[in-house]
C-alpha cells in the first residue's frame, strides 16, 4: 500500500465583524451553520483533512476579527507587508 503525500493550506479569513466570517469557516469544515450569532472574540482556529489527487491536505483555517484600527495602509506606498505603513 503506497503512502498519499502530506501538503498543508492554512488559509486566514479576515473581515469586519458580523460578516459570517467563522460561519463560513464552520460550515465547510464541520457541515454545519448557526442561526444564532455569537461573535468571535480576537480569532477562532479549525482544521480539515481533504483528499487532492491523492495527495493528503491539511487546511488550518484561521478568522482574525475586526482589525481596521489596527492596520492602516499608507495611500502613497500601500504595498503589504510594509512596516513602516503599519499603525498599531
Known amino acids: 500500500m503506497a503512502t498519499r503525500k502530506k501538503s498543508l493550506l492554512k488559509v486566514i ?3 469586519d465583524s458580523s460578516v459570517g466570517k467563522t460561519s463560513l469557516m464552520n ?3 464541520n457541515k ?3 442561526n444564532q450569532y455569537k461573535a468571535t472574540i480576537g480569532a477562532d482556529f479549525c482544521t480539515k483533512e481533504v483528499v487532492v489527487n491523492d495527495r493528503v491536505v491539511t ?3 484561521e478568522v ?9 495602509l499608507n ?3 500601500n504595498r503589504p507587508g510594509n512596516p513602516d505603513n503599519c499603525q498599531c
Open 27 to 29: 460550515q465547510y469544515v
Open 75 to 77: 495611500s502613497q506606498n
Open 64 to 72: 482574525i476579527n475586526d482589525f481596521p484600527d489596527q492596520i492602516i
Open 59 to 61: 487546511m488550518q483555517a
Open 32 to 34: 454545519r451553520f448557526s
Open 13 to 15: 479569513i479576515l473581515g
